[in-house]
């Protein structure tokens, strides 16, 4: 008789009850580090549950819309969960003129989630967002810089992915960063159904890894990504950080070392999932897909103001004080699976096909608690318990050699020993 466990634990205060997972699963990871992970991550999954039964006064989320950005069913998961612990709505960028002063409807936000937009921002609006930032406001940037999915394979087996003209690259360059108009492929991808053959009259579908989908995974003991599963993205750009020194700058997931870019205009062709990979092509290893940026940001709009808002009190700054933000060349690392003729979804990083959960989920709210953080229970995820395990390929290969140095060494240590006081005793006692 076997016995499933779940080790978890329910938090409760007052009225409320919430659950508290103790052991995290990940990918590819072994049974025993992934205890030690959940050890490591223990104390801050505990204060995070008591803090969302104990919070009171809830900051303010805002999903941008008005750009073709992620719709409410897309976003579905991560918004629900917010609401535990924040207050998440949806937000169309404008300003308000009131006695010659103008009035951004962000200010009241805490926080802003650009997700997947794909029509161009008007200059008004960028400068709205700017001033929204140069007065303290938190950015998460999900930008897809080309204009490919999986619906414009749906009737055909290939399709052309090109640049999409946001009009945000000279906004993101004076921060810090540039979406390069490019697609990065990847060996560790995440597969898809394709159809191989026909088993009678019925298709034969097989999983195979589809290297626009690439599963990537940390490479920093950053707090937003400590300890974190595989985060699935789906044709995502890479990242060149540039501009001032003054921003710091930090790379928070980048591709494996078997990966590689092409550039726009991309042809894609589902057909390419079934052929095998040439290794010696996939030469371009750890091309950034979502950055840290912190510092004090200088304005995208100095010595620019949009002409027909100089006439008004915008409270216009050209510098920020110490802020941060989060660029992710990926605007589909928040959205759900789901089903819009029946209206329901999928936990975010849920694969229905296969049954697979990725990390999409904890990295997005790993990136708003670091944005939002005040009390500094981020600073947990960062804390480290190593358990000295023993190595399992030199166990094996070894195995004999020790064997030998544990048994029967001591025992010709201990005769040595004996032969060695005989002699002394025979020598002293002899005379």
Known sequence: MQKVIFPGALVSYRSKELPLQLLKSSIGTAPEEMINNSIGALEYEMANTIRRLVVTSKPRIGFTEGHGELDTLQTADITGTLNDFYSAERVRIAGKIENGKLTSNLSPYNLIIIAKPDSAFGENEKFLLDQYIMHGGKVIWLVDKMNASMDSLAGASSAMATDLQLNLDDQLFRYGVRINPNLVLDLEAAPIPIVTGNIGNQPKTEFLPWMYFPLVFPKTNHPVVNNL?????????????????????????SSSRYSKTFYSPVHIDLSA??????????????QPIAVLLEGAFESGFKNRVPEELMKYDTGFR????????????????????????SGRFYPLGYDHYTGQSYGNKN???NCI??????????????????????????????????QLLNTVLPVMAVALAGIIIALVRKRKYGK
């Open 229 to 253: 599963n595989a985060v699935k993205c789906e044709f995502t750009s890479s990242i060149d950080t540039v501009g001032p020194v003054r921003i710091r700058k930090t790379i928070l997931l």
């Open 273 to 286: 999932v079934k052929q095998k990979p040439v290794m010696a092509q996939y030469n371009q290893p750890g």
């Open 369 to 402: 608690d670091y944005l939002l953080d005040e009390s500094g229970l981020i600073s947990l995820r960062s804390k480290e318990v190593r358990l000295r395990l023993l190595d399992k390929t030199r166990l094996e290969t070894e195995r004999l050699s020790w």
């Open 363 to 365: 990295f997005m709210l």
């Open 318 to 341: 050209e510098k920020s004080e110490n802020n941060s933000m989060i660029v992710v060349a990926d605007g589909d690392i928040i959205k759900n699976q789901y089903k819009r003729s």
